[in-house]
């Protein structure tokens, strides 16, 4: 009989890889292709970035449960890439703000009693689960701004900002679009 | 809720997803079906399985012809999106 590990480490370890495997993913292939197609569109940052989907799927899933191993991978990837000298508060506001902004806004959800659990059969569950990438990369984007503000022109904010919400909101479109294909395929070999 | 039911719960806002780029090759009972499944086995814990009585009167499948209907579940279990317990051949289902 295999030894099962607690369903906690099990989800830490499941999203944590998923996130840095995904980060990597945007950082290594994403980034240098989309800097090779449309050099001048978008420098500042990735225009799928991936790792917002893992952050949409898996607070939607998990709820509360899933802030820690979203801020142990979060802060991983912020400490190694981001991480500037100087002010670490405003460091922690970044790390904080891409690990919290789901949340945040899936309780800002709740609170005005908009229903995007299975059980609203009223709904379309992919697609408010699209929006809910999009509203909480405003969060997102509001913390990251906060975090880069004197080390970036004025005359960049908007191009910045754009990017980030397009890219949070079409990596979580993409993301899920990877999920449903991925369990289409298995479904399908399955059925062989 | 148990890994299963998370896992339920991702598998059936995908397939919703499916079902919306036109990518599923389901019958409209058998979308009907799997929609009231996941509701119910939401509710549910882990080892349990819904009851096709209980399917059956969900609001989502009420209306379908019994025949529509076992001929539904049929092709969901063939198609392997439910399971049935062991040493069962009907009657109670699970979302695979």
Known sequence: MHPQLPDGLVRIILICSVYLLLFLAVRQII?????????DAAQYAALIFLPHGVRVIATWLYREKAIVPLLLAHFILY?????????????????????LCVFITMQLFSFSRIDISLSNMTISHWRSLVFLGFISSVFNTAGNMLAM????????HLEVIA????????????????????????????AD | MSQLEQYATLKSMLHSMERDLGLTELSSAEKAILSAMSTLQTALASSEYVSSRNLKSHALCADLPNPTFFRGLAGLLEKQYLVLPEGRSKGVYRLK
């Open chain 1, 31 to 39: 980034y240098p292709l989309q800097q090779m197609i449309a050099p």
């Open chain 1, 79 to 99: 400490r190694l890439f981001y991480w500037q000298g100087g002010d670490v508060a405003l460091n922690i506001v970044a790390v904080l703000s891409g690990s």
């Open chain 1, 163 to 190: 990017t980030f919400i397009i890219g949070d909101t079409l990596g979580t479109l993409v993301c899920l679009f990877i999920l449903m294909l991925g369990f289409r395929l298995r479904r399908l070999a399955k």
């Open chain 1, 149 to 156: 503000g004197d080390t970036m022109g004025s005359e960049l």
